[in-house]
């Protein structure tokens, strides 16, 4: 295997660097990495300076070995020099809701990955390679975390077109734009605008304990939304027991009046009407199968 070729000592001086005489540890550490420049204060080089270290730097980083002191010392270097980079991506999501340090965070990662990918001998600016890498990777962590609901990357896209052509359409019209109008816009059919207006909704969620009126502390989301009333079933059955209880014979509406909307028990019904507790049980019995005949026979 051909040995690394060195860098030259420096030859052009750059301010916030110093030559190989002060080499860093993790650069000493690889003998490979030894004659590298140490540079004290990445974020303090000149952005030209910056992008010769780093045409430099990703050349010997395609030599080293990954996992040993030398190729994490350059990788690191290049981070730092380049993360104005990610800076200048992140401006471009301002306007979202994200805090900008967390849209940084996830550019750096692009950026770690556009440093892990480039390839020096095709002779590509690294700028022209990582910018891309890093916007992708912010605008995948907008796709795939800040979304409240999972919606199709089809269906996100969508939504942002749409949000552009709104915008459009509004100053040109001076009012808010149909359907129709969007379709004609965007070039999709009036079914595919309605798909992606509705899938917008996803995008945040609001919270059941949400204020809905300034003036009344108790009108929240939560009091409006509706709910199972298992008396509106209750109802219901009342209603159709109703014509089967009138057409019982007298002394079965009243063994059913007093079991069930006096709650008494069978021994006390029997004292009340002059028989025994076994007879009571047996009309009740027949009372309450006439009446489940009937229900059964009305849902038929």
């Known amino acids: ?65 990954e996992g040993t002191a030398g190729f994490s010392y350059v990788r690191g270097v290049l981070i730092e020099l380049n993360i104005s980079l990610v800076k200048y991506a992140a401006r471009r999501f301002m306007s979202s809701s994200e805090p900008m340090d967390d849209i940084v965070q996830v550019g750096t990662i692009g950026l770690i990955k556009a440093i892990d ?22 605008k995948r962590h907008f796709r795939d975390t800040t979304w409240a609901v999972h919606v199709p990357r089809r269906l996100q ?16 019209l001076d009012r808010a734009p ?14 595919e605008v309605t798909e992606g207006l509705t899938a917008g909704n996803g995008y945040t969620a609001g919270s059941l304990d949400m204020q809905l009126e300034n ?48 709650e008494l028990t069978q021994a006390e019904i029997g004292e009340r009407l002059g028989v025994s507790q076994m007879q009571v049980s047996r009309l009740l019995a027949r009372a309450l199968a006439t009446l489940r005949a009937g229900l059964l026979h009305d849902d038929c």
Do not use: C, W, Y
């Open 178 to 191: 149909t359907v129709a109008e969007l379709a004609l816009l965007t070039g999709v059919s009036d079914d």
């Open 117 to 138: 990918r480039f390839e020096p001998e095709r002779g590509l600016e690294f700028t022209t390679f990582a910018l891309p890498t890093i916007i992708g990777e912010i």
């Open 215 to 262: 003036d009344s502390p108790d009108s929240t989301l939560a009091r409006r939304l509706g709910f199972d009333d298992t008396r509106i079933a209750r109802v219901e059955d009342l209603h159709a027991l109703k014509p089967l209880i009138a057409s019982l014979p007298e002394r079965d509406r009243t063994i059913i009046s007093l079991r069930f909307v006096e």
């Open 157 to 172: 896209e969508l939504r942002l077109t749409l949000a552009k052509a709104t915008d459009e359409l509004e100053q040109r």
């Open 1 to 65: 295997m051909t040995a690394p070729r060195a860098l030259p000592a420096n030859p052009h001086p750059v301010h916030g660097t110093t030559t190989s005489s002060n080499t860093s540890p993790a650069a000493a550490a690889h003998p490979a990495s030894a004659d590298l420049p140490q540079i004290d204060d990445p974020g303090v080089v000149a952005p030209a300076d910056a992008r010769e270290l780093s045409r430099v730097l990703l050349a010997r980083l395609s030599l080293l070995e």
